[in-house]
């Protein structure tokens, strides 16, 4: 993944309610399928219990709206709303520098 | 944390290595110093086993460099890479827009 100035990420945080009946196989799916998006970048996600924070990149706004338009992935965020997440948080940001160890 | 548009984000996901001793006590304690940081707008940190990610809001870009220049935190930085982390990206990011539910 080699995410530099002027990419876009998506910050996800979130935490999920006491109802948690398919929402592993969800979420890996859409994992999945957002690899399969034109203008993707990399994904990394993270769950401790409750917990959750998932950052994706992307090359350009266009990419995470097209995404987000997505049919599949429409229908999860609303089942997500109705079912799982007690709060989620969304930011979508613009990479101003990027740099790493090791 | 009222996060909108115009804040900085720092994102940084990593990977600890075999040696953990030490680390959550230090994990711990970034998180409080960070927010006695002027500029400070909230922090959200998930660790599964090895993997990691937090995300840190900042009012501007020098509120950042100023959480950076603290000499504890560039302590811990150093022993971060010296001891404790395999690997770890970070990115600094301009919030271009932030939404939420529940």
Do not use: P
Request: glycine share 10%; aromatic share 12%.
């Amino acid at each position: 993944m080699d995410i530099e100035q002027g990419c876009y990420v998506v910050i996800f945080t979130n935490q999920l309610g006491a109802d948690r009946e398919g929402y592993d196989a969800m979420a890996a799916r859409m994992i999945e399928l957002s690899a399969e998006q034109e203008g993707f970048l990399g994904v990394k996600s993270v769950r401790d219990g409750l917990e959750g924070i998932t950052v994706s990149y992307w090359e350009s706004e266009a990419a995470i709206a097209n995404w987000k338009a997505n049919a599949e992935h429409a229908a999860a965020r609303e089942k997500g709303r109705e079912r799982w997440y007690m709060e989620y948080q969304l930011q979508v940001c613009k990479v101003e520098r990027s740099y790493g160890f090791g």
